[in-house]
């Protein structure tokens, strides 16, 4: 187990990077290294890991991705947020938890429907089988409405003709077998597509499942798909299933998992054959999505747009003589906008430190909050300048909110800290957004 910006270990040598640090086996280095290398030319993958040397031992330093990656050798690393508690960095269980938590909040997602309450002690039940057995108790359900079946069509040489007999393939095959016809027939059946698909993940999570539990539930569940063969093209059975979303409905979430499972996607796919799973989410990603639950919860009276995409930064002529600027460049899309473009909120995944100059804060983050501003400011009919919030977690080195800053003479940008560790995450949002809410 490591978190954010820890550092994996090349060797068991008792000798990690350093004290919060660990350190794994030569053979299964390799296996994630060539795991980073096989996704090196993946962008949204680009940034997840570094491979550094310090003398002769290589190690890997884990960036801004968090999740698990089990390798082949069946060693599994729980990847888990940096986040602080008062002035200390959260205990195991509190980073599980918050990380399972804002898991929960990712629409479009088989994790909607993650249920950890049982767990006493989550900071000691792998997240693995935390996963599996979230897709165990969704297959449960869905058995419980029976397998859906289906017309699948055949063709083979019978003794006598089933269904339509293919004219020029039985002249080909059968030209000295007079007693032999190719045909072509239906047979209503449970092996289709979403169904091969869930045996392969059963299989699939019964290899590198370490829970003897779900190991038992999986072999259990198999004995009900003797009669569905294994998938021999993922892709072409998830494009079956994606393109029948509507006749599969009680199947979605089960499938979406499978496809996590078996393509080792979460927000991207990433390919190889290096490891068992890789199960990894980018926390700047994360942390907007739940900031964005959070207030689209809690914060009713609110409208709220999450990515907003009503402007783009410049209008441009389509040629010399139009009089309209009507091709619109360099789309705007703001994390969170809220009660009709009167407040826009960003949130960034960084540790600010407020006795540095700039606090730590990237120039480009406040040249993107005055062009929203400054566009929404424009749209709005009585040019009205929206309040500007950035919002980035609690740190021991960022614990208030900043001095309030000003664009000009109208535009006012605020930097809030969110508390992660906090046990009243609906308190602590309300207090936020009623800094920002200037309009009452």
């Known amino acids: 187990m490591i978190r954010e910006y820890g550092v994996i270990s090349e060797g068991t040598f008792g000798n990690p990077y350093s004290s919060d640090d660990i350190e794994i086996d030569e053979t299964s280095f390799n296996s994630i290294t060539n795991f980073i290398e096989e996704n090196s030319e993946n962008r949204e993958f680009e940034n997840a890991f570094l491979i550094f040397k310090k003398g002769r031992r290589r190690h890997i330093r884990v960036k801004n991705y968090v999740g698990i990656i089990e390798t082949k050798q069946g060693v599994a690393i729980e990847i888990l947020p940096k986040i602080y508690k008062n002035s200390d960095t959260s205990s195991i269980k509190d980073a599980k938890s918050l990380f399972l938590r804002m898991l929960k909040t990712l629409s479009n997602s088989p994790f909607l429907n993650l249920q950890f309450a049982h767990l006493k002690e989550v900071d000691k039940f792998p997240i693995l089988e935390i996963f599996i057995n979230a897709y165990l108790s969704e297959l449960k359900i869905l058995l419980s409405r029976h397998l859906i079946k289906d017309y699948n069509q055949y063709e083979e040489n019978s003794t006598f003709i ?58 259990k569940t198999l004995n009900q798909f003797e009669g569905v063969d294994f998938s021999r093209s993922v892709d072409e059975d998830l494009s079956f299933c994606k393109s029948r979303k509507r006749m599969l ?46 207030i689209s919860k809690h914060c009713g009276s609110h409208l709220v747009n999450v990515q907003d995409k009503k402007y783009a930064l410049i209008n441009q002529k389509l040629n010399s003589s139009d009089k309209k600027y009507e091709v619109e460049r360099f789309p705007l899309r703001p994390d969170i906008v809220i009660n009709d473009d009167l407040i826009i909120i960003d949130t960034k995944w960084k540790v600010l430190d407020q006795e540095t100059k700039k606090f730590g804060i990237q120039e480009s983050d406040i040249y993107q909050m005055h062009a929203y501003g400054r566009r929404y400011q424009s749209a709005n009919s009585k040019g009205i300048a929206p309040r500007l919030g950035l919002i980035y977690p609690k740190a021991p080195t960022f614990q208030n909110d900043l001095m309030q800053m000003r664009y000009g003479n109208d535009l006012y940008l605020d930097v809030l800290p969110f508390d992660l560790a906090s046990e009243f995450p609906d308190i602590e949002i309300k207090k936020l957004i009623n800094k920002l809410n200037f309009h009452k």
């Open 162 to 219: 089933k269904g339509k007999l293919l004219i020029r393939e039985n002249i080909k095959k059968n030209s000295y077998k007079k007693t032999q016809f190719y045909c072509s027939y239906d047979i209503f059946s449970e092996n289709i597509p979403p169904n091969r698909l869930i045996k392969s993940t059963l299989l699939h999570l019964f290899k590198i499942s370490k829970s003897s539990s779900n190991k038992k539930q999986i072999l």
């Open 249 to 294: 409905k009680n199947y979605n979430i089960v499938i979406s998992w499978s496809e996590t499972y078996l393509k080792n996607k979460s927000f991207t796919n990433f390919s190889g054959g290096s490891i068992n799973q890789a199960i990894l989410f980018p926390m700047e990603k994360l942390f907007e999505n739940y900031i964005a639950f959070l």
